[in-house]
């Protein structure tokens, strides 16, 4: 066993120093030009939580670009100009470093749509504009701003220890 376990051993550091002085190969990628200093650019999105969409005058692309950030960004962040870095100068490389507060960059009826959540370690409250949807597999709960409340599944079951009450307007079964 003991003549095994050596050879594992030097298998692995062998690898390890395969790892080690494997040059570092450069990305495909390479711009000439370099940008130093901070630029104002734009936040037009996000692909994930954390991967903000930017875009910068004179951007090498014609499409947005992932970046980083230093700062929390949120949805009713998009639009606002953001103060971008470049990670090596590389203008593909941008970093989000701040935010240029303003009251709005969109109009009322063109913000994007969002959902608020309050959180205060007792409730939680999501709040939506139009829809708040719950849903998994083929249950969901839907609610509607004009107040109307959708219960949907397989099979609902309504338990309740004191009395279950049911009133409306007019109550129809079946």
Request: hydrophobic residues 40%.
């Amino acid at each position: 066993m003991l003549v095994a376990e050596t050879a594992a051993e030097d298998a692995g550091q062998h690898e390890l120093e395969q790892l080690l002085t494997k040059p570092v190969e450069k990305g495909p990628l390479e711009h000439k030009e370099r940008i130093a200093g901070a630029i104002v650019g734009t936040l037009v999105g996000f692909r994930g939580p954390y991967e903000p969409l930017v875009i910068y005058p004179d951007q090498p692309e014609s499409t947005a670009l992932n970046a980083r950030a230093s700062v929390d960004l949120q949805a009713e962040h998009i639009g606002h100009e953001v103060i971008l870095v470049f990670e090596k100068g590389n203008p593909m490389k941008p970093i989000v470093t701040g935010l240029i507060r303003v009251s709005s960059p969109w109009p009322a009826k063109q913000r994007p749509p969002q959902v608020d959540v309050d959180v205060d370690g007792q409730r939680l409250i999501l709040t939506a504009k139009e829809q708040l949807v719950l849903s998994c597999g083929d249950a969901s709960l839907t609610l509607h701003c004009d107040g109307k409340v959708v219960i949907r599944g397989r099979h609902v079951v309504s338990h309740a220890s004191g009395v279950n009450r049911i009133r409306g307007g007019s109550v129809e079964l079946n």
